[in-house]
């Protein structure tokens, strides 16, 4: 069984990079846990597959968290990724439901809306740093083709496709990015739009029919000779536990505490991967007296 993964590499004799990522699992659980309608699917997915392609740059722990502040429906969707492979993400209103569009694809773009794309990338020494652009499209992959070539002054060029099917499963979703690098020429910059060009049906598409990594790239490049630089593995990972949803409980205060006691439990969810977490009396008197605790220090 094919997994998902993320492949980086060169082409044009190393004048260009590129990377190609399976995410149809990925997408897929994050679809199954946040049951997501097939618009915020396919919102959630490209965002994921996206972050995915910038965190494929980053170092150790470092990660990068994207964010779509529309003014559409799904009210934002945010996803958070590291060079480990590992990605989660939400959407705020993850039941919206639109038409089709003419073509019959999903309006991405009416379900995110107008507004803006927020980059925030956390590096080893603590230090954030983000940029923020205005949505060129909502369509996702053009969002952050324009924020490559405004904010970090690289030229790119971006596939985003999540294929759901009519009983609401991810049946692919994937991505690819090509980039020129320093000494590329002009004839490079036309071979990379040539490739483009070439490509007469949507990556999403492409993913579903390809049986392996070295398809997909056979399917995108054609003929062009590619040399394969990393492979990765893929997965929806969170970060969350009981234990630091116990801390964001202590934030709260001894008197917010206290009135869950009263009430006997307390259950919190995670925002980005809806795991629910009970608390119990016992739990929450535990936390109120961490509270009291360090309040008398």
């Known amino acids: 069984m094919q997994q998902d993964e993320l492949w980086i590499g060169t082409m044009l004799e190393g004048r260009a990079r590129w990377v190609a990522v399976r995410t149809t699992d990925t997408v897929e659980e994050a679809r199954r846990r946040h049951e997501l309608s097939p618009v915020a699917a396919a919102a959630l997915g490209r965002l994921m597959t996206g972050t995915l392609i910038l965190a494929s740059s980053l170092k150790g722990d470092e990660s990068v968290t994207l964010r779509l502040l529309g003014d559409g429906p799904l009210q934002g969707v945010v996803s958070v990724g590291n060079a480990l492979g590992e990605v989660r993400g939400y959407v705020r209103e993850p039941w919206v439901d639109l038409p089709l569009k003419p073509n019959g694809k999903l309006d991405v773009a009416a379900a995110v809306g107008a507004g803006e794309l927020a980059v925030s990338r956390s590096l080893q020494n603590g230090e954030v740093y983000t940029g923020t652009v205005p949505l060129v499209s909502g369509e996702v992959a053009e969002d952050l083709v324009h924020y490559l070539l405004t904010s970090e002054q690289i030229p790119s060029a971006m596939l985003l496709g999540v294929l759901v099917e009519k009983d609401y499963h991810v049946a692919g ?120 605790s360090s309040a008398g220090k």
């Not at 630091?244 to 991967?273: N, P, Q, T, Y």
């Open 173 to 292: 979703a994937g991505g690819f990015l090509m980039q020129p690098l320093p000494g590329a020429q002009e004839e490079d910059i036309q071979a990379l739009e040539d490739i483009l060009g070439q490509i007469k049906v949507g990556i999403s598409e492409l993913v579903a029919e390809s049986h392996s990594m070295d398809d997909l790239l056979g399917s995108l490049l054609g003929s062009l000779s590619y040399q394969v630089l990393e492979r990765r593995s893929v997965r929806f990972s969170c970060t969350c536990s009981k234990s630091r949803l116990g801390d964001s409980l202590v934030s709260l205060g001894a008197e917010e505490l206290e009135g869950l006691i009263s009430e006997g439990k307390a259950e919190v969810i995670c925002h980005f991967c809806n795991e629910h977490y009970l608390f119990s009396k016992v739990d929450l008197e535990a936390l109120k007296d961490r509270v009291v």
